[in-house]
């Protein structure tokens, strides 16, 4: 049984244009405009990588004050029509420090490029916005790519960062119609993925994001943090978590067994975060 809070508008209240099919009939439809997307002819089997049983988390922790630095250090030589938010700031720290420790240069094609699938919450996204409170899961993908060369020299962070607000600012209403035209040919969900999965837990990176959701309202006891298994959520994946309630960021971090002592090591990361705990 599911009970709606009492903020949760009846769903007979939204606007018939939120049913209306015809604005996904707009745009591109073909797999050639949807490159962040891969389609097979049959379901395709997990990646290696995806199966491997040496996957583990940790929790680490940004302070507000952290954030505003990370921001303002990243924001370093924008134009002035040119802006990124803090969690463009985020996403990009998190890309460049995990796959530092993913992948050794030495070891890389000078052409190889690293695809980040950040989810975005398309609610507010389409042509008829979704409420805030609808439930499901509206989400699209915003995939920047950058050399691996380029993301692991020592002043990238301000461009990457720019790469992903580029991204996500592309996740627009007439992205969404092009998507779900897309969606609506392909024969089955099964056979399709995003395009990074072949590369997790090596050049490629998955970013979710849990901030705005309220889990810390919700009256259900009394308990300290949301956390996960050990495990994380699948291989590859880092996932910021519901904002706490002291204003305080955590981002649930999943490497390789084998690649938890780079990581930690890494300056660029220790930073601006701090290790909470294993979950």
Known sequence: MHLNPDTTSPCEQLPLSVFEKTQF?????????????????????????????????????????????????????????????????????????????????????????SLNTICVDGRSRCLSPLPENHIGCPMVYATPGVSVVQMLAADSLPDVARTIRKAIAGTDEHYIASLV????????????????????????????????????????????????????????????MPRLPTGEMEVVIGLDQAKWDKFRQEKLWTRYATVDCSP
């Open 181 to 240: 035209g897309f969606l609506q040919g392909v024969h089955s969900y099964d056979c399709i993925a995003p395009a990074s999965f072949a590369g997790l837990m090596d050049t490629n990176v998955m970013i979710s994001s849990w901030l705005r959701v309220p889990f810390y309202d919700v009256n259900c006891g009394k308990f300290d943090r949301v956390r996960t298994v050990h495990e994380g959520f699948f291989n590859g994946s880092q996932v910021v």
């Open 25 to 113: 009939e707009l745009g591109l439809d073909t797999p050639d405009d949807h490159p962040e997307y891969m389609v097979f002819g049959s379901p395709p089997a997990p990646p290696p990588a995806m199966l491997k049983p040496t996957f583990r988390t940790e929790v680490y922790r940004f302070t507000p004050e952290s954030l505003v630095r990370l921001k303002e250090d990243l924001s370093a030589g924008l134009d002035r029509n040119e802006h990124i938010s803090t969690n463009d700031a985020v996403c990009a720290l998190i890309w460049r420090c995990v796959l530092a420790a993913q992948v050794d240069l030495d070891e890389v094609s000078p052409e190889a490029i």
